[in-house]
């Protein structure tokens, strides 16, 4: 059974960073694609950044400039690095894998931007 558990969330201010990381409990290479989803309170659950495979990128138009995507295969941890933050970014994160025969969920982190 796959375990995807994030970290890394928290309260800042505006313009300020943090790192979520999310760890897989077994090899990431056999995943198609791992990313990162959130959903504010009230709203539907949103693509926020997608590394596949390969290596290839896709992030939300939103987060574009701001957030990067990486990963660490020799960890088979994903990061999502969250720059120049904006109050419309407080949502609960969550890292997704896609694998072979379904998606996979971590169970979230929350991420507060707020003065």
């Known amino acids: 059974q796959v375990q995807l558990v994030e970290s890394g969330g928290g309260w800042v201010q505006p313009g300020g960073s943090l790192r979520l990381s999310c760890a897989a409990s077994?090899?990431?290479?056999?995943?198609?694609?791992m990313g990162w989803y959130r959903q504010a309170p009230g709203k539907q659950r949103d693509l926020v950044a997608i590394?596949?495979?390969?290596?290839?990128?896709t992030y939300a138009d939103s987060v574009k400039g701001r957030f990067t995507i990486s990963r660490d295969n020799a960890k088979n941890t994903v990061y999502l690095q969250m720059n120049s933050l904006k109050p419309e970014d407080t949502a609960v994160y969550y890292c997704t894998a896609l694998g072979a025969l379904r998606r996979y969920w971590g169970q979230g982190t929350q991420v507060t931007v707020s003065s």
């Open positions: 590394i596949a495979s390969g290596g290839t990128t």
């Open positions: 077994g090899s990431i290479f056999s995943f198609k694609s």
